[in-house]
C-alpha cells in the first residue's frame, strides 16, 4: 500500500515539473493595455508615424491573433526594426520591439513565434510611410510638385522635387501607368518613406504614386493656346516672350495660372509671362505709337466658359503682333475621354 502511494506521489511531482517546465503561450491581448492609439518608429530609417485610431486599432487586431512564447535573446541581436510605442493622452504607456519576422522584445524578455508562424513586416513597413497630396508643377526633368499647404511636407519645403526611380504609380482607375502619364496640374498622392532632403527644392523618393485628379481645365487651356499659336505662324518668326492675358479668366486660380505658363514653357522653350497690352507698353516691350510687338506676341483670352459636367470650354481668342498682324476667332473645345477637340467659327485676320 505504502509503495503505491509512493509511486502515486511521485508521478503527481514529476507531473507537477513538466507542467513547470512547459513554456506558457504569451498574446499581445494578454497585456490588456488601455491606448489611445500606437506610434509606430523604423530602427532603420528613424522615422515615425502617429497611426490614427483606426489603423492602431487594426495593427493591435492583427497582432492580437500571434501566439508568442519566451525565449532567449536571439544570437545574433543587431538592435530592432520597429518599436510599437502604445500611447495614451499624449505620453507612451508600454512599448513592443520587433526584432525580425518571428521574434519581439517587450519588457526585457524576448518571445518568439511558432515554428509556422512569422509577423507580416511588409504591412508593419506600410504603416512607417508617409503619404502626402500634392500638385505637380513640372513634369519637364523629373517631377516637381506643391505640397498640399496643411501637409507636414509644406512645412519643410513649399517645392519638393520626387524621385521616381523604382516609385509605382497607379492612375484614378487603380491601374499601373507610366510616369508620362503624370502631367503638370495633376493632383497626386505620394507615399515615402518620411526622409526629406533638406535642400530647395526639397527632395524625397517616392515609393508609390497615386494621380487623384488630372486639371482638364489646365490642359484645355493649354490646348486652345497652342491652337492659335500654330496659326498664321509667320506671326511667330523671332520671337522669344509669349505673353498671355488671362485678365477675364475666373475659372483658373493663380496657382492653375502659375502651372499653365510652366506648361507652355516647356512646350516652346521661350519666355511666358502673363501681362496685359498697357503692361507690355509700360515695359517697354510694344511699341505704342507703331502699334508693334518686336520680341513677342500677346494671346488674349476672353468670355471664357468651362461646363465640367459635358467637359466643355467656349471661349475668344486671339493672337497679336502688330496693328496689322493679329487673328482671332470665337472657340468651342470639346474633352473627348483622351484629347481636346477644337472648332472655331467667325475666324478674322488682320
Known amino acids: 500500500m505504502k509503495r503505491k502511494m509512493y509511486l502515486f506521489l511521485s508521478i503527481l511531482l514529476f507531473s507537477g515539473i513538466l507542467v513547470g517546465c512547459t513554456k506558457k503561450p504569451f498574446s499581445i491581448e494578454n497585456t490588456k493595455l488601455e491606448f489611445t492609439n500606437i506610434e509606430v518608429r523604423d530602427g532603420t530609417t528613424g522615422n515615425m508615424v502617429s497611426l490614427d485610431e483606426n ?9 492580437k491573433k500571434i501566439v508568442f512564447t519566451k525565449g532567449k535573446s536571439p544570437e545574433q541581436n543587431t538592435g530592432w526594426r520597429y518599436a510599437l510605442d502604445f500611447m495614451a493622452d499624449g505620453k507612451v504607456i508600454d512599448t513592443i520591439m ?14 518568439k513565434t511558432d515554428d509556422d508562424t ?39 519645403s513649399d517645392k519638393i522635387s520626387i524621385g521616381t526611380g523604382s516609385a509605382i504609380i497607379y492612375d484614378e482607375d487603380k491601374k499601373e501607368v507610366d510616369l508620362n502619364e ?38 484645355g487651356y493649354a490646348t486652345i493656346i497652342d491652337d492659335i499659336y500654330n496659326l498664321d505662324s509667320g506671326l511667330n518668326s523671332g520671337i522669344n516672350i509669349i505673353a498671355l492675358d488671362l485678365t477675364e479668366i475666373t475659372n483658373l ?34 511699341n505704342k ?52 477637340i477644337i472648332s472655331s467659327e467667325n475666324m478674322w485676320v488682320s
Open 55 to 63: 489603423e492602431s486599432k487594426e495593427l493591435y487586431n492583427y497582432l
Open 98 to 111: 520587433i526584432q525580425d519576422e518571428s521574434i519581439i522584445k517587450y519588457r526585457n524578455y524576448f518571445y
Open 118 to 156: 512569422t509577423m507580416d513586416l511588409d504591412y508593419i513597413a506600410s504603416l512607417c510611410k508617409s503619404v502626402f497630396k500634392a500638385l505637380v508643377i513640372d513634369n519637364s526633368n523629373g517631377l516637381l510638385v506643391k505640397p498640399d499647404v496643411n501637409s507636414n511636407e509644406f512645412r519643410s
Open 182 to 219: 503624370i502631367q503638370i496640374g495633376d493632383v497626386i498622392n505620394i507615399t515615402y518613406n518620411g526622409i526629406i532632403l533638406e535642400s530647395y527644392p526639397a527632395q524625397i523618393t517616392a515609393d508609390y504614386i497615386n494621380i487623384l485628379e488630372s486639371n482638364l481645365l489646365i490642359d
Open 253 to 286: 486660380s493663380e496657382t492653375d495660372k502659375e502651372i499653365l505658363l510652366m506648361k507652355l514653357y516647356g512646350m516652346y522653350g521661350l519666355e511666358v509671362k502673363e501681362s496685359t497690352f498697357d503692361q507690355l507698353a509700360e515695359e517697354g516691350l510694344i
Open 289 to 340: 505709337e507703331e502699334l508693334y510687338f518686336p520680341t513677342g506676341i500677346i494671346i488674349t483670352i476672353s468670355n471664357s466658359e468651362y461646363k465640367e459636367d459635358i467637359e466643355t470650354l467656349r471661349y475668344d481668342i486671339r493672337k497679336w503682333r502688330s496693328g496689322l498682324g493679329a487673328i482671332g476667332y470665337k472657340g468651342n473645345a470639346k474633352f473627348d475621354g483622351e484629347k481636346w
